[in-house]
């Protein structure tokens, strides 16, 4: 399913074959179930609760840590200055823009500092942050770009596909919007393009290990999306 002679008899039957599309493709039906999660529809129209909201954003803190952290790797292990202007332009609106969202959601719904210090998290959550880190310190380049591909890619079909309550809390509304904006959809499709490109040049062991993480986040993604769900 995820060799390179795979993605090859895939592409054969295509007029205009592009290794995301196969990716995407062979990542479902976690793909689908995570870009039409109904977390999303809830928050979009106004039907999370605040302390829900707060409650998903904190394990979402969970993941943005480590999640910064393997951007500063793909920053180190690219192999070009033009790769690292990018996703250096990345790290620095992560870093403040949407930092600020996270700390002001903390605030405005009153989680305690106490939770903020030492977030309990779940077990879904503790199992991405494991894989965020994993791959940040054992994977190559086209393996850093296909976890940034899936996490950037849900997010904005996600984004793109919601529909927004009149009223919707200003912080809900935020954080749609750092994930629907046109800065951020060049960057998912700069990101897809550079890993079209990278796997070109693996050799057929690297390459069905960029195929495997990238099913591997993308179960993770929905994973944790359902744990984070209230019920
Ligand atoms: C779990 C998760 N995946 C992707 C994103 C987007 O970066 C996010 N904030 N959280």
């Given at each position: 399913?995820?060799?390179?002679?795979?993605?090859?008899?895939?592409?054969?039957?295509?007029?205009?074959?592009?290794?995301?599309?196969?990716?995407?493709?062979?990542?479902?039906?976690?793909?689908?179930?995570?870009?039409?999660?109904?977390?999303?529809?809830?928050?979009?129209?106004?039907?999370?609760?605040?302390?829900?909201?707060?409650?998903?954003?904190?394990?979402?803190?969970?993941f943005?840590?480590?999640f910064?952290?393997l951007?500063?790797?793909?920053?180190?292990?690219?192999?070009?200055?033009?790769?690292?202007?990018?996703?250096?332009?990345?790290?620095?609106?992560?870093?403040?823009?949407?930092?600020?969202?996270?700390?002001?959601?903390?605030?405005?719904?009153?989680?305690?500092?106490?939770?903020?210090?030492?977030?309990?998290?779940?077990?879904?959550?503790?199992?991405?942050?494991?894989?965020l880190?994993?791959?940040?310190?054992?994977?190559?380049?086209?393996?850093?770009?296909?976890v940034l591909v899936v996490t950037e890619w849900v997010y904005?079909?996600?984004?793109?596909?919601?529909?927004?309550?009149?009223?919707?809390?200003?912080?809900?509304?935020?954080?749609?919007?750092?994930?629907?904006?046109?800065?951020?959809?060049?960057?998912?499709?700069?990101?897809?393009?550079?890993?079209?490109?990278?796997?070109?040049?693996?050799?057929?062991?690297?390459?069905?290990?960029?195929?495997?993480?990238?099913?591997?986040t993308?179960?993770k993604e929905?994973?944790?999306?359902?744990?984070?769900?209230?019920?």
């Open positions: 399913m995820t060799t390179r002679a795979d993605w090859n008899a895939w592409a054969a039957g295509r007029e205009t074959p592009r290794l995301t599309d196969w990716l995407r493709e062979i990542s479902e039906p976690d793909w689908s179930a995570t870009v039409t999660h109904p977390l999303f529809d809830a928050l979009a129209e106004g039907r999370l609760p605040g302390a829900d909201f707060a409650a998903y954003m904190l394990q979402d803190y969970g943005v840590d480590p910064t952290a951007i500063g790797h793909a920053i180190g292990r690219a192999p070009s200055m033009d790769d690292r202007v990018v996703l250096g332009q990345f790290m620095g609106m992560l870093t403040s823009d949407e930092n600020r969202t996270f700390q002001r959601t903390f605030e405005a719904f009153e989680v305690p500092a106490a939770r903020r210090e030492a977030p309990d998290y779940l077990p879904e959550t503790l199992a991405f942050r494991a894989l880190r994993d791959t940040g310190d054992r994977g190559d380049y086209a393996e850093l770009l296909a904005l079909e996600w984004a793109l596909r919601v529909t927004r309550a009149e009223g919707l809390h200003p912080l809900m509304g935020e954080w749609i919007d750092l994930h629907d904006n046109p800065a951020f959809q060049d960057f998912v499709a700069w990101l897809r393009r550079r890993l079209d490109e990278e796997a070109e040049g693996l050799d057929d062991v690297a390459f069905t290990r960029m195929a495997e993480r990238f099913r591997d993308v179960a929905r994973a944790f999306h359902d744990a984070v769900m209230p019920r």
